[in-house]
């Protein structure tokens, strides 16, 4: 048996107070053929100078969506009169301070100025985050197969007041859906005209979206992780070295506020869940290991099970549901598997060759058209944890003297 423990405390130039994070982990091994792992902790990430300057600089642009209040001009009609219902119900509007009787109408819409509407980049007040982080785990080394090694492990982790960068669609979708103050405060509309476009230069102090990093109330991620070791020898032939490594996400997502839905955003992408998670990944290689380790074969798969776009969860999952963008196409993205190939030699004892194939069927990414501006996402037309540039060879040597 095994116990650890930690305590530590910490003070920040830019934050008042102390902060105390702990730790205390233990392992217990009644036999050689099963052991038992568990650990508590306490965990403070203040921000990082980026996000500490994300937050409190202010600055302003006119790159903002258009109102979605606005009526907007026919794209297939020369009359400037025909106008394009909004794309936001009259409800969803009144969540965002509009009164009823300016609703579709033409002077809110800002792309008739031949910009977007006006955002107001930062102005945020920032605290730490504290993440709670409790798991359990069993590792099982079998006697009676040697060479064998499987664990699995559950984690559970909860972070209160977590530091994340809101776009203007998250505050914008979160106030249509739900009308709670902790989104429709990003809406920020001019007294009288109730429009969202002011001038840039002249600091203003309404008509404008909010976009920048502040504080949640709390999110969470939960799952299993899954390891296994295996080594088969193949006597003059050489042996046979197998791992796998596999996560299965239960939970992930946030919960804003207090009086906000917490919600399960694992296998979704989009407004309200942002890149996300898979509900299953996982790699496995071989690799094929001469008897006079000279040369060696590896083979790795790498598997993402598919998601789908969050405007298509259902009620279950706790996402904001907005009827107006259910979508019928791009709807998601399947399961990808990728696999990867590489070869090491051995040259006289002083030299190595070595050759690496990844995405060897030089696989795409999935597309999603104009996800950064629609979605809110961090990149323009696809995920992150995707390969984007399809197949990569990469050779290497070394030499020693």
């Not at 902790?41 to 209040?69: F, L, M």
């Not at 606005?70 to 509007?93: F, G, H, L």
């Not at 994340?164 to 106030?175: A, E």
Request: glycine content about 10%.
């Amino acid at each position: 048996m095994q116990v650890n423990g930690g305590y530590r405390v910490s003070k920040y130039n830019r934050l008042n107070g102390t902060f105390n994070t702990w730790k205390v982990e233990g392992i217990w091994a009644p036999i050689a053929d099963i052991g038992f792992r568990t650990s508590f902790n306490k965990a403070q990430r203040a921000p990082t100078v980026i996000e500490a300057d994300q937050a409190s600089n202010v600055n302003y642009t006119t790159t903002g969506p258009n109102d979605p209040c606005a009526s907007t001009r026919d794209p297939n009609s020369s009359n400037p009169n025909v106008r394009v219902a909004p794309t936001a119900s009259i409800e969803q509007c009144r969540r965002t301070g509009l009164p009823d009787n300016l609703y579709g109408s033409a002077t809110l819409d800002c792309s008739a100025l031949n910009t977007g509407c006006t955002v107001r980049n930062g102005g945020f007040n920032l605290k730490p985050e504290t993440a709670y982080t409790k798991t359990f785990g069993v590792i099982l080394r079998p006697r009676f197969i040697r060479g064998l090694t499987v664990s699995a492990d559950r984690f559970i982790i909860n972070l209160n007041d977590s530091i994340n960068f809101f776009q203007v669609n998250d505050f914008l979708n979160g106030c249509l859906t739900t009308g709670l103050q902790y989104y429709c405060r990003g809406i920020v509309r001019n007294p009288g005209t109730y429009t969202l476009n002011s001038a840039p230069g002249g600091n203003p102090t309404t008509g404008y979206y909010a976009r920048g990093t502040s504080n949640s109330y709390k999110s969470q991620s939960h799952g299993w992780d899954f390891q296994g070791q295996y080594t088969l020898g193949l006597a003059g032939a050489g042996s046979l070295d197998t791992s796998f490594n596999g996560t299965l996400t239960t939970r992930v997502g946030s919960q804003d506020t207090p009086d906000a839905t917490p919600r399960n955003c694992v296998g979704y992408y989009g407004p309200g869940c942002g890149e996300s998670m898979p509900r299953w990944s996982h790699g496995l290689r071989t690799t094929w290991t001469s008897a006079d380790k000279v040369a060696s074969v590896s083979l790795n798969w790498r598997h993402i099970s598919g998601m789908t776009i969050s405007y298509n969860a259902p009620a279950d999952t706790g996402i904001p549901a907005n009827t107006a963008q259910f979508r019928r196409f791009y709807t998601g993205v399947p399961a990808y598997d990728y696999i990867d190939l590489s070869t090491g030699f051995d040259i006289a004892k002083r030299f190595s060759l070595r050759v690496s194939v990844n995405n060897l069927f030089d696989r795409d990414p999935p597309l999603l058209p104009d996800s950064r501006n629609v979605l809110g996402l961090l990149r323009s037309n696809t995920l992150f944890r995707y390969d984007l540039l399809g197949r990569q060879i990469v050779v290497g040597a070394s030499a020693r003297f």
